[in-house]
Every structure is written in structure tokens, then in C-alpha cells.
């Protein structure tokens, strides 16, 4: 059967799953060093690591906007069945971010520590925390590329070869993690830094994985002479246009991920043990927002081969169909999560203080990841069209205008830590609010014509 006769709900699914399972499988490595990190050194590791969670958030924010950028053309000539602009995209793409991961090394090895002192870290984590960051750092431009490599995949259609890497990363982290921790087969015992030592091994195994197994499948964005050339002599004009559409959504990202810094700053006011909280509050609520998110990606992928394929009747069906998975997929998980929600944190923490403070705050924030999730559907599909300029600028809204100043006023009230929460929940119903607005009401009336 062709694939295209089936119904596009299940396309939709056969394609989601595999995306959704590579998001929570990153999530979940990211989890079961936490785990690692938290049961077998303490708190005070566990928000070393915690500190600089909005500095990586930060730095990968401009490759994440490339990878967008990239998605959406690579998306569209896909659609029109056209490999040879697929894979110069793609080689342009990869000159550029291994450029960025190079000055970012370069920058945070030797910045590390004063990065860690503006951030606020509280004194008795300090240390760890510079050390820790200090090796993610440097390890950056090998984690770009893996970023870019399994964003690009899924723009033509391959879920299945990015899930199978974070397999592999997975398994090597949770090999590695423990075995540098506890100084497994005479490794030396590294604390804390373990976790940035196994992320690093996970990501290059997985990079050594990938050139190897597409080169041996022909894969179409396997290395070849077309791609490598692409990236030895990067098209400029085409940079300009993936800059165009990656621009905005990596400045989105930047401007979250200071807001971000603004807030671990406020939460590392109250001490360690409200820090500690950030850090496994952040890792219950990934495992929501992550699938959210993925809904999201596949809406603006469908779109985007729909609109390079000329189909532009199947938007507002690939639009429905994602608002629908994401009520269904994401209700269903913020369900479980707050019926599940003590066991869920006591993974991380074993303070039954810290457990009831970080439960506290997750009831309150955990219901509005669903309007986050509508509001990813709707941007998404926009993006798709290379419509970048507004869905940024309203998400910049809410959390210049909501989120920040709403944290920062209401921590300081007597709601404390649960005051910056609100407005985390705030921000993303109002998201939703602007987000369907635009989409409905100005969007849906443009014509639509592909990139490239």
C-alpha cells in the first residue's frame, strides 16, 4: 500500500512514535544521571548539575534555531523529491554549527568559572559546578553536530535512525556514568564530572555510529561527495536562508534561556535545597514537555514536505490531527504525573523536605504544559511555511511580559518558589491564547508557496 493512502492520523503516529520515544529516551539519560547523581553522591552534586542546565539550554539555543531553519527546507525539497538541494542544505548547515561548537568550546573553557559566578551557584556547589561545566563545554562541538544530524534526518522522513542513536548514547551513558562515579574496572572515581564525561562518549559513539551505518545503507544524507562538498564550500546564499528561518527560533531560545538564568538565579536564593528542586522538577516535567514538543516537530515536518509537495489542501488536516495527539498524548501523561507525582520526584531526591517542596511546585505548573504543547502545534505549522517572524514575537511576548517579571515579582512575595511557577503556568496559557489567534485569524488567509 502506498504510504499516502493512509489515513494521515496514523502516518502521523508511525512517524511521531519513534520521534516521541528519541525525545523521552534523551530526556530519560539525562534522568538516569540525575538518578545516578543524586542517590549516589547527594544533593549538592545533583544541583552543581542543575546550575548549569540554562547555560546549555543557552548555547545550543542558535543550533537548535539553525536546525529549524534547516528542517523546514530540507522538509520542503524532500516533498519535491529533490536529494541533491536536501544534502546541500544539509552540508551547509553542518559547516556552520561546527564553527559555532568550536568558538563555544573555546569560550566556555576558559569562561567557565566566571559564567558559574554570575549565575549566583550557591557557595558550598560552586566548584562542582565549574567543573562540570567546563568539560560539557568543551565537548560542544561534537553535541552540535549529533543535534544536527538527528534534526536533519527527521526532515526527510527518518525517525527510526535517530531513535536507535539515543539508544546507544543511552546505553553508554548509563554504562559510563556509574562506572566513573564509583570507579568501576580501576577507572578513576570522577564525581560529578562523570555525568560530562559520559554524555561526551555517548555522542561521539553515536557520530562514529551514524557516518558508518548510513555510508554502509546509501542512505540519502549519507556522507558523500555532494554533502562533504556542501560543507568544505558551504553555500552562502542558502546559509542566508536557513539563518533567515533559524534565526528567530534559535533567538526564541535565547531569550528563554535567559529568562531561564534569571529564574536559576532566583531559585538559587532560597539555598541548595531549592536548587536541587529546580533540577528534578525540570527533569519530571521534560518527560511531559519533551512529547509535547515532538507533536509539535511532526506537525511542522508534515507541513513543511506538504507544502514542497504542493499539497497545501493537507494543512489544516495535519494541523487538527496534532492538536488532537497532543490532547490525547500529553493530557494523558500531565494525568499520570500528577497521580504518580511523590514517586516521581523521590527518584531524584531522597530529602523528604526537598520531595515535598519540588512536589508542591510541580502541581502547580504541570497542567499548563498542555497549552504549551497547542501553542507548539500551532508556531510549528507556521514555521513550516517559513512564517517565522510572528510566531516568535508572541512567544517572545509571554515570556518578556508574563514569565520574567512575573517570577521575579512573585518570588518575592509570600508565594515564594511557587510564585515563579504561576508564571511559568501563565505564560504558556497566554502562549496559546496568541499563538491560535495569529494561526487562525491571519495566517490562514496568506498564500502559501515553498522555499525553495
Not at 546509501?218 to 553555500?235: E, I, Q, T, W, Y
Amino acid at each position: 500500500m502506498n504510504p499516502q493512502s493512509k489515513p494521515l492520523w496514523r502516518r502521523f503516529v508511525v512517524f511521531l512514535v519513534p520521534l516521541m520515544a528519541s525525545n523521552i529516551l534523551q530526556a530519560l539519560s539525562g534522568t538516569v544521571n540525575s538518578i545516578y547523581i543524586g542517590q549516589l553522591i547527594g544533593v549538592e552534586a545533583l544541583a552543581a548539575t542543575a546550575t548549569f542546565f540554562p547555560i546549555m539550554f543557552f548555547l545550543m539555543s542558535f543550533i537548535i534555531g539553525l536546525s529549524a531553519g534547516s528542517t523546514v527546507l530540507i522538509g520542503q525539497a524532500w516533498g519535491a523529491r529533490n536529494v541533491d538541494k536536501v544534502k546541500q542544505v544539509t552540508g551547509t548547515t553542518l559547516a556552520a554549527t561546527l564553527v559555532l561548537g568550536l568558538l563555544v568550546a573555546i569560550f566556555g573553557g576558559f569562561f567557565a568559572e566566571g559564567i558559574m559566578t554570575v549565575l549566583g551557584a550557591p557557595e558550598n556547589i560552586r566548584e562542582l559546578a565549574v567543573g562540570y561545566a567546563r568539560i560539557v563545554l568543551i565537548g560542544m562541538p561534537g553535541f552540535f553536530m549529533f543535534l544536527v544530524v538527528t534534526s536533519v534526518l527527521r526532515g526527510v522522513g527518518d525517525t527510526i535512525t535517530p531513535l536507535f542513536s539515543l539508544i546507544m548514547s543511552m546505553v553508554v551513558s548509563l554504562l559510563v556514568t556509574p562506572a566513573l562515579i564509583l570507579g568501576w574496572f580501576g577507572l578513576p572515581q570522577l564525581g560529578v564530572d562523570a555525568a560530562a564525561w559520559a554524555m561526551i562518549a555517548g555522542f561521539l559513539t553515536v557520530l562514529i555510529f551514524l557516518f558508518v551505518y548510513m555510508r554502509a545503507r546509501n542512505m540519502p544524507l549519507a556522507p558523500d561527495r555532494v554533502l562533504l562538498g556542501a560543507m568544505l564550500k558551504p553555500d552562502f546564499k542558502l546559509l542566508g536562508l536557513i539563518l533567515k528561518l533559524g534565526v528567530p527560533a534559535g533567538l526564541q531560545m535565547v531569550i528563554s534561556s535567559i529568562a531561564g538564568i534569571v529564574v536559576i538565579g532566583l531559585v538559587n536564593r532560597f539555598g541548595s535545597d531549592a536548587t536541587a528542586a529546580y533540577g528534578a522538577l525540570g527533569q519530571v516535567m521534560s518527560y511531559v514537555q519533551f512529547p509535547a514538543m515532538s507533536i509539535g516537530i511532526a506537525a511542522s515536518i508534515f507541513g513543511a514536505q506538504a507544502i514542497g509537495a504542493g499539497q497545501m489542501h493537507q494543512l489544516s488536516a495535519i494541523t487538527r490531527t496534532a492538536l488532537g495527539l497532543n490532547l490525547v498524548i500529553t493530557g494523558g501523561l500531565i494525568v499520570l504525573a500528577y497521580l504518580f507525582s511523590q514517586h516521581l520526584v523521590a527518584l531524584f531526591i531522597t530529602d523528604p523536605e526537598v520531595i515535598e517542596l519540588t512536589e508542591t511546585l510541580l502541581h502547580v505548573v504541570l497542567w499548563s504544559i498542555l497549552c504549551f504543547g497547542w501553542s507548539v502545534v500551532f508556531s510549528g505549522m507556521m514555521r513550516a511555511s517559513g512564517t517565522v517572524y510572528a510566531p516568535m514575537v508572541l512567544s517572545l511576548a509571554c515570556i518578556l511580559c508574563i514569565e520574567l517579571p512575573g517570577a521575579i515579582l512573585l518570588s518575592q512575595t509570600s508565594l515564594g518558589l511557587t510564585g515563579i511557577w504561576i508564571a511559568y503556568a501563565a505564560s504558556f496559557t497566554m502562549m496559546l491564547v496568541l499563538q491560535a489567534s495569529w494561526y487562525q485569524f491571519v495566517w490562514k488567509k496568506k498564500k502559501i508557496v515553498a522555499l525553495i
